[in-house]
């Protein structure tokens, strides 16, 4: 449950970002042809990203009910914990497909990076299963910090940080912000 949980979030991260650099080039018809907002283009990716998360919640949900015998209501704060997921997906996906019409090879380097990022992303471990020392290193990635804040809330049936929700929400908006006026 614990790594299906990481999964989760690193697969709705994956699926937005590594198809951000050619998202707008792969879609020339309504680039050229149509008056079309090109800047809802991530967000649609990321929309989708989030349904086939939430779809995987619903089956979390049957395993946790299959093997502790009962949902946990924390598991109603997942949209919440997700928030400064979803903003910073979509940061990352404004910047990527405005990056990806100059530079055509971005989207090898992000695959790359992407797949790196899953073993540096405590998907496959808790976070407390490494060595103290290593885990300050780790928790300055942002997807660590989200993929523990959704195990606490899905698995342990502990309410989420506040100071998590807060400054991951604050930074989500102001980031959200930049990124759109540099995709513009």
Request: glycine fraction near 8%.
């Amino acid at each position: 449950i614990n790594l299906f949980a990481g999964l989760i979030v690193f697969t709705v991260f994956s699926e937005t970002i590594n198809t951000s650099p050619t998202l707008i080039l792969t879609k020339a018809n309504l680039v050229t042809k149509v008056i079309f907002p090109l800047e809802i283009l991530p967000a649609i990716t990321l929309a989708a990203a989030l349904f086939h998360g939430f779809t995987s919640l619903v089956i979390l949900a049957v395993f946790e009910l299959l093997s502790q015998g009962q949902i946990p209501l924390t598991l109603l704060w997942i949209p919440v914990v997700w928030l400064p997921l979803a903003a910073g997906c979509l940061i990352l996906s404004w910047t990527l497909s405005a990056l990806g019409v100059y530079l055509r090879d971005l989207g090898q380097v992000v695959g790359v990076v992407t797949n790196l990022l899953m073993f540096l992303s405590a998907v496959f471990y808790p976070l407390s299963a490494l060595p103290e020392r290593w885990q300050p290193l780790l928790g300055l990635n942002p997807l660590v910090v989200v993929i523990e804040q959704t195990r606490r809330v899905s698995v342990n049936s502990l309410p989420p940080a506040w100071d998590y929700l807060l400054g991951g929400t604050l930074f989500g908006i102001i980031g959200c912000e930049i990124a759109y006026r540099g995709f513009q």
